[in-house]
C-alpha cells in the first residue's frame, strides 16, 4: 500500500460504492503517515428497508454483492433470520455485514438457551446497539441495520446506524435508495397496512430506486415477519444469477 | 447455615395480586436505637425487593451485587431484569464461594419478591450454598420450620393480597418469641402492580402497620381462648 518513495496515496479497495469511500492520504516526513478514511455509510448503494404493518413487519434488501465498480453476485442475502420472530437486515461491508448479524444472531441464541426465554425485539435491538457502540470507538462495523419482530403479536421495527443511533419505526430505509424510499413513505404509510398494501408501496420504492438511481441494484429480497414466524415474502428480479 | 437460623426470621407469601414480604427486626438491647427505615428489607430495583435472613454485612455486599447487575441488565437491554435471572446472578455469586478453601461463603439467605412479563409475580429463596428456588410461600431465618408448616397448613392457591398479608403476620407472631407484636419488631413490604401496570414496591409505615398487628394479636388471643 505505501510505496518507499513516502508519497503515499491510498486507495482502499472500494467494496460498495465508489461514491461512497473517500480515502484521502496525508504524507509527512519520516514516516508518520496520518491515514484518514472518510466512510460516509448513509450513502450506500445498497439498498434496505423495512415496512410494518398490521401484525407484521417487511423488510427488504437488494441482493447485490459488488466489489469496486463491478457486481460479483445478485443473489446475496442480506436479510439475517436472528430467530423464529426477528429479522435483521444489514448493508454494508460485506465481511463487517456477515461478521456481525452472525454475532448478535449467536448471542441472541445463547441468551435464549440460558435463560429459557427469548429476548424481547426491544431488548435485541438495545442489546445490538450498544455492541455497535462498543465497536465504534475500537474496530467499527461498516453497516447499518433495521431490526424488526413480533412481541406477544405486536410488531416493531428498529432502525440502527454505523454510529449506532437507535430509532423505533414505522417505516425505514439505509443507503441512497433511502432518499427515494423514505419520501414515499411518509407520503404513502397508514398505521394498519395489510400485507398487499405494504408490498404496493415496496413495489412503488423499487420503481423509483430502478428510475432514478444511476446504479440500482437489478435484484431484491423481501422477507416477512409475522405471528407465523419469518419467511422470504417476495423477490423483485431483473438480473438472472448466472 | 447455623447463622442463618439464629436470624430474625423473614417470611414471603405469593398472591395473584403481588407479593408480601415480612421480616423480623431483632431487638438485641433496648439501648440500641431500632433503624426508622428498613434494614432487613432492600429494593434491588424498580420491580424486585428482597428480604434478609443471616449477617447483615455479607448481605450488604450481595445486594450491592444484585443492584450492579439488575442496572447493567437494563443498560444492555433497555428493560427490566427478569426476577429468575438476578436471583440466579447472585446465587453463581454465592455458589462460588463455596467451591474454593480459603474464603468464607456469604452466611445470608435471601427472599427474592418481584415482577416480570415473563412470569408475574414470583418469590425465590436463596441459601448460603447458591441454592434457590421458586416458592408461593415460605420462610428463612429462626424457627423457618415451624413457619413453614403454618404456610403449608393455611396457603391457599387463590389468596388475595390482604389474606396475605395477614398470613405473614400471623407466621411472624406465632414464630417469634416475643409474646405480642409491635411495629418496631417488624417490617413488612409488598410488590404489587398500579392500575398502569407499574409495579410498586412498598414498605409499611409504622401507621400503616399497627392496626394489622392490633388485628393479628386479637386473633391470635381469640384463638388462643378458643381452644383452651
Same mark, same amino acid.
Given at each position: ?16 460504492? /465508489? %461514491? ?7 504524507? =509527512?516526513? $519520516?514516516?508518520?503517515?496520518?491515514? +484518514? #478514511? ?79 426465554? /427469548? %429476548? ?7 442489546? =445490538?446497539? $450498544?455492541?455497535?457502540?462498543?465497536? +465504534? #470507538? ?79 441494484? /437489478? ?24 | ?228
Amino acid at each position: 500500500m505505501i510505496d518507499d518513495a513516502g508519497v503515499h496515496v491510498i486507495l482502499t479497495s472500494i467494496h460498495n460504492s /465508489p %461514491l461512497a469511500l473517500f480515502c484521502i492520504t496525508f504524507f =509527512t516526513t $519520516g514516516n508518520f503517515v496520518l491515514f +484518514l #478514511r472518510f466512510n460516509y455509510l448513509g450513502s450506500t448503494m445498497d439498498c434496505l428497508f423495512g415496512i410494518s404493518g398490521d401484525g407484521f413487519v417487511v423488510i427488504g434488501a437488494d441482493t447485490s454483492a459488488n466489489q469496486s465498480i463491478v457486481r460479483m453476485k445478485t443473489g446475496e442475502d442480506k436479510i439475517c433470520e436472528l430467530d423464529q420472530y426477528k429479522l435483521m437486515g444489514a448493508v454494508g461491508d460485506g465481511g463487517d455485514r456477515v461478521q456481525f448479524t452472525e454475532f448478535v444472531k449467536a448471542n441472541l441464541s445463547l441468551y435464549a438457551f440460558r435463560n429459557g426465554v /427469548p %429476548l424481547s425485539t426491544h431488548a435485541a435491538a438495545n442489546y =445490538t446497539r $450498544g455492541e455497535l457502540a462498543t465497536a +465504534l #470507538r475500537k474496530g467499527p462495523y461498516n453497516c447499518n441495520l433495521l431490526v424488526a419482530g413480533i412481541d406477544d403479536g405486536q410488531p416493531s421495527l428498529y432502525f440502527l446506524d454505523y454510529l449506532a443511533t437507535l430509532h423505533k419505526m414505522n417505516c425505514a430505509a439505509h443507503g441512497y435508495c433511502a432518499m427515494f424510499m423514505n419520501s414515499l413513505f411518509d407520503k404513502h404509510w397508514v398505521p394498519g397496512m395489510s400485507v398487499e398494501e405494504v408490498m404496493k408501496l415496496v413495489d412503488l420504492g423499487i420503481a423509483e430506486v430502478r428510475a432514478r438511481l444511476v446504479v440500482a441494484p /437489478p435484484n431484491f429480497l423481501i422477507k416477512i415477519v409475522d405471528k407465523d414466524g419469518v419467511r422470504v415474502l417476495a423477490e423483485r428480479k431483473t438480473a438472472t444469477e448466472n | 447455615m447455623e447463622a442463618i437460623s439464629h436470624a430474625g426470621a423473614a417470611v414471603g407469601v405469593l398472591s395473584k395480586e403481588g407479593v408480601v414480604l415480612a421480616a423480623e427486626k431483632k431487638i438485641m438491647s433496648k439501648l440500641l436505637e431500632t433503624s426508622k427505615t428498613t434494614e432487613k428489607m432492600y429494593k434491588l430495583d424498580e420491580h424486585i425487593a428482597a428480604a434478609v435472613a443471616g449477617i447483615t454485612a455479607d448481605a450488604n455486599i450481595l445486594i450491592n451485587a444484585a443492584r450492579l447487575a439488575a442496572q447493567r441488565y437494563m443498560f444492555t437491554y433497555d428493560e427490566p431484569m427478569p426476577c429468575e435471572q438476578l436471583c440466579q446472578h447472585l446465587c453463581d455469586t454465592k455458589q462460588g464461594y463455596t467451591q474454593f478453601g480459603g474464603l468464607r461463603p456469604f452466611g445470608v439467605s435471601f427472599l427474592f419478591a418481584g415482577w416480570d412479563k415473563h412470569f408475574g409475580f414470583q418469590l425465590y429463596q436463596s441459601d448460603p450454598s447458591g441454592n434457590y428456588g421458586g416458592w408461593k410461600a415460605t420462610a428463612i431465618g429462626a424457627n423457618n420450620q415451624a413457619a413453614q408448616s403454618i404456610l403449608r397448613q393455611d396457603y391457599k392457591e387463590d389468596i388475595s393480597m390482604d389474606e396475605a398479608l395477614k398470613l405473614v403476620v400471623k407466621v411472624l407472631n406465632k414464630t417469634m418469641d416475643s409474646t405480642a407484636l409491635t411495629a418496631d419488631k417488624l417490617e413488612l413490604s409488598s410488590v404489587t402492580r398500579d392500575a398502569s401496570g407499574k409495579v410498586v414496591y412498598h414498605v409499611y409505615t409504622e401507621e400503616e402497620l399497627t392496626p394489622i398487628l392490633e388485628a393479628a394479636n386479637a386473633a391470635a388471643a381469640a384463638a388462643e381462648e378458643s381452644s383452651s
